[in-house]
T-cell receptor, first 114, second 115 residues
Framework: NAGVMQNPRHLVRRRGQEARLRCSPM?????VYWYRQLPEEGLKFMVY????????ESGMPKERFSAEFPKEGPSILRIQQVVRGDSAAYFC????????????FGSGTRLTVV | GQQLNQSPQSMFIQEGEDVSMNCTSS?????WLWYKQEPGEGPVLLIA?????ELTSNGRLTAQFGITRKDSFLNISASIPSDVGIYFC???????????????FGQGTILTVHP
């Protein structure tokens, strides 16, 4: 079984560009969570999605950030008009149920804004 | 918002020594988890704790869920060089009675093991 797949592993964007981060959950997992990790900090929850639905986006910045998990294909975290402060590691986790049992993280996407 | 306070921030130990780190919160969490993160990778689950007072072991690792549900500790016995990494505690708290997997993380403990 493949684990949670995130791509790209590294992404460099200039200020003002868009960043698209992809997350393919483990097979059979329909719950996806996105977290952001700033340097030397713990992970901070951003958004929780099930197929085609956003369940909790309480950790998402109000502007420029959006997330989706379509019926077919990976979950996408989209950051528009990136700024230097968006530089961070973004991790996706998936689980087969609503709780933490079976919760598995991907290897992350490291976004650098120059 | 909810916070988990993790200590110590960093530890430098000799191979073979035992390690202890802990996590406290002002809020109750129903599940406590301990993760290890290595450079360039995502967190990997080490131990999950589901019941207050629970003591669980996984090889050289032992973790306990505090009786008040507001704290947890992780012990590593007889450390080896491959124990190097960042250790995070994380808590899951029911949201409005409907539990789901939103985790709150501590700031991490950076462990360095000298051979």
């Amino acid at each position: 079984n493949a684990g949670v797949m995130q791509n790209p592993r590294h992404l460099v964007r200039r200020r003002g560009q868009e960043a698209r981060l992809r997350c393919s959950p483990m097979k059979g997992h329909s719950h996806v969570y996105w977290y952001r990790q700033l340097p030397e900090e713990g992970l901070k929850f951003m958004v929780y999605l099930q197929k085609e639905n956003i369940i909790d986006e309480s950790g998402m910045p109000k502007e420029r950030f959006s997330a989706e998990f379509p019926k077919e294909g990976p979950s996408i975290l989209r950051i528009q008009q990136v700024v230097r402060g968006d530089s961070a590691a973004y991790f996706c986790a998936s689980s087969p149920r609503r709780d933490v049992n079976g919760y598995t993280f991907g290897s992350g996407t490291r976004l650098t804004v120059v | 918002g909810q916070q988990l306070n993790q200590s110590p921030q960093s530890m430098f130990i000799q191979e073979g020594e035992d390690v202890s780190m802990n996590c406290t919160s002002s809020s109750i969490f129903n599940t406590w988890l301990w993760y290890k993160q290595e450079p360039g990778e995502g967190p990997v689950l080490l131990i999950a704790l589901y019941k207050a007072g629970e003591l669980t072991s996984n090889g050289r690792l032992t973790a306990q869920f505090g009786i008040t549900r507001k704290d947890s500790f992780l012990n590593i016995s007889a450390s080896i060089p491959s124990d190097v990494g960042i250790y995070f505690c994380a808590g899951q708290r029911d949201a409005g009675g409907t539990s789901y997997g939103k985790l709150t993380f501590g700031q991490g403990t950076i462990l360095t093991v000298h051979p």
